[in-house]
């Protein structure tokens, strides 16, 4: 197939660096052009570079980053892939669509517009159908957003428990990390030696994006699903990788064995249209006492890659008719930059592009 044409918007930031590091050798999409604030404009990735853990090509750390505007996007690309900052993504991602591209971004900004998709191929493939009723879709152009990262590594593991047991309670405490407060984040005085249990709006995201998520599609409109949802959440002194502590009560009470085989064989569109950034197990259950644990489990999935792209989940327990759990996930790859590749991936797949 010929390579589709895409940008990359906020390519000084760590998101958007995580974009260009998932598209390097990509089988369907090249990157046509890289765009930040003028701040950034006529440097290079290598100028600006966030990611330490990757080492970039070459050819990618000598490309040139454009001023951010609609029309330098617009002229040769059909996918716009958004690290912006939520202030900035509203206006211009919607510009972009108006052009008749399709933007696949990290923002929140448009996540709770009625027809706009909070996207996990694995979890939501059919809410794909909403896009069809924004006004820029017959011109080409529509908006896909992926969850907030700390939604997105629950998303999964809640989905499986549902679809086998039907969910009743979900709370969740969270153990955030750095990354996910963007470059430089959280200042190292506030944070060495520390625990932060406070970010801003992100309680509030998780307990209504994941009824979003976990909804059905009907008659081109996505209709909440009815769980009790509650959240905590705390920084920590971890560079990537969110763990997050899970309790659950659902309608079907399973033993521990039937919970973790739920989870362990859990899959999804991407893994049965094998999507190249899908992680062949989307969920992987570790048995030790002491996993997952971000030093150890972040970087989990296969291929190479959809290296951090799988969930993994450890410590399954039960209490009465309660069950416990940790998920762990990479924030900026699976709750970042490749959960939007990997929503565009399904719409190649699907025909929208």
């Known amino acids: 197939m010929n390579k589709v044409s895409v940008a990359v918007l906020g390519a000084s930031g760590m998101i958007g660096q995580r974009f260009v590091q998932m598209l390097e050798g990509h089988p369907y999409f090249e990157i046509s052009g890289l765009f930040a604030s003028e701040r950034s404009a006529g440097k290079t990735i290598g100028d600006v570079l966030k990611v330490r853990d990757h080492k970039y090509m070459s050819s990618t750390m000598e490309m040139p980053i454009e001023k951010l505007t609609p029309k330098a996007v617009s002229r040769s690309c059909r996918i716009a892939f958004s690290g912006l900052p939520t202030e900035l993504a509203k206006s211009v991602e919607q510009d972009l669509a108006e052009a008749g591209l399709a933007v696949f971004s990290n923002a929140s900004a448009h996540r709770m517009r009625e027809d706009v998709p909070i996207m996990i191929p694995e979890v939501n493939a059919d809410h794909f159908a909403v896009v069809m009723s924004q006004p820029t879709y017959d011109d080409g152009g529509f908006i896909v957003t992926n969850a907030n990262c700390s939604?997105?590594?629950?998303?999964?593991?809640?989905k499986a428990l549902d679809d086998a047991f039907g969910l009743k309670f979900v709370t969740v405490s969270t153990y955030q990390a750095l990354s996910g407060a963007g470059y430089p984040g959280v200042p190292s005085l506030d944070i060495m030696g520390n625990v932060i249990p406070y970010i801003g709006g992100e309680e509030e995201k998780m307990e209504i994006e994941l009824h979003k998520m976990l909804g059905s599609v009907d008659k081109g409109r996505i209709r909440n699903a009815d769980f009790t949802m509650l959240a905590n959440c705390a920084r920590v002194p971890v560079v990537d990788g969110h763990l997050e502590s899970l309790v659950v009560r659902m309608e079907k009470t399973p033993s521990l064995e039937q919970l973790s085989e739920s989870l362990s064989t859990f899959k999804g569109e991407p893994q049965r249209l094998s999507l190249p950034s899908a992680p062949i197990d989307p969920i992987i259950v570790r048995n030790e006492p002491?996993?997952?644990?971000?030093?150890?489990?972040?970087?989990?999935?296969?291929?190479?890659?959809?290296?951090?792209?799988?969930?993994?989940?450890?410590?399954?327990?039960?209490?009465?008719?309660?069950?416990?759990?940790?998920v762990l996930s990479h924030n900026t790859l699976r709750g970042g930059a490749g959960g939007s590749i990997l929503n565009a991936e399904l719409a190649v797949a699907k025909g929208l592009i």
């Open 151 to 158: 939604s997105t590594g629950i998303a999964a593991p809640l």
């Open 290 to 326: 002491d996993r997952p644990q971000p030093a150890l489990d972040v970087l989990a999935g296969e291929p190479e890659r959809a290296r951090g792209m799988a969930v993994v989940v450890g410590r399954l327990r039960r209490k009465d008719d309660h069950f416990k759990l940790f």
